[in-house]
């Protein structure tokens, strides 16, 4: 599968060429600009404005070591989506041995990927530090939308100043995260959008789950919804008609 200028694999959503997508996100600015303070930008953190591949690299590196895999100089890259039997095998490891490994490299994971420890080794996606800037810069609010649960807030704010995102603050940047890590992120989602309604005019919203930016759609039919073509939890949802894809946030 060939990768994209964003680093992702080829996606299965067609997005915008590099020009019309530099022409969208110069739009969402415009809007800011008019609006300011009374503008909100939403974004989504996984697979939107953050690479999860180097948490997800790592944590196959460390059960490795312990299962006594060669998996030494598996990489970010080996990781093609969340299905982490592509990622063993792109590692390297034998048909059977993948097998073998993916179950209990599963229960490894679901016991470390949603903390802070590691979620600080995460990256920006291309472009997604400056964009967020420049939001802020044109006087509108941003709020950072994520299924992520409250216990990962430290390690989220240290990935957003290791990476260069505007870290929360008290007037114009926020992070809404969910109370629990139990609580499905599609029903989080659902009533963080009543929640952002109450608080100003959501201009813009960024997701890479589909069903998450429909349901920005529907709730906020007015805005510019934007769609990343990164990866996502492999459910076979489409789109709604007329929401672009981008794979990343640069501009020229």
Not at 15 to 32: F, G, I, K, M
Not at 114 to 124: H, K, P, Q, W
Request: hydrophobic fraction near 45%; glycine fraction near 6%.
């Amino acid at each position: 599968m060939a990768s994209s200028s964003s680093g992702y694999p080829d996606s299965a959503f067609t997005a915008l060429s590099p020009e019309d997508a530099e022409q969208l996100l110069a739009r969402v600015l415009e809007r800011a600009g008019e609006l300011g303070r009374e503008a909100i930008v939403a974004f989504d953190l996984d697979s939107t404005l953050l690479d999860n591949r180097p948490r997800q690299a790592q944590l196959l590196r460390e059960y490795g070591a312990g299962a006594g895999l060669a998996l030494a100089q598996h990489t970010a890259e080996h990781w093609m989506g969340w299905d982490a039997r592509i990622a063993m095998a792109n590692a390297g490891l034998a048909p059977e041995l993948v097998e073998a490994h993916v179950g209990p490299f599963r229960a490894f994971w679901r016991e470390r990927f949603f903390t802070s420890e590691y979620c600080v080794l995460d990256r920006a996606i291309a472009g997604a530090a400056d964009f967020v800037a420049e939001v802020l810069a044109r006087g509108a609010r941003v709020h950072y939308v994520t299924g992520r649960h409250e216990e990962m807030r430290a390690g989220t704010v240290a990935c957003f100043e290791q990476t260069g995102l505007a870290v929360p603050d008290a007037a114009r940047v926020d992070l809404l995260m969910k109370p629990t890590l139990d609580e499905h992120d599609d029903a989080y989602k659902l009533r963080t959008y009543a929640t952002l309604a109450a608080r100003g005019t959501v201009i813009a919203a960024f997701d890479n789950e589909p069903a998450h930016i429909n349901g920005y759609l529907a709730a906020f039919p007015d805005a510019l919804i934007v769609h990343l073509a990164t990866d996502h939890s492999m459910r076979d949802i489409p789109l709604s008609a007329g929401i672009p894809s981008i794979r990343d946030f640069t501009r020229r």
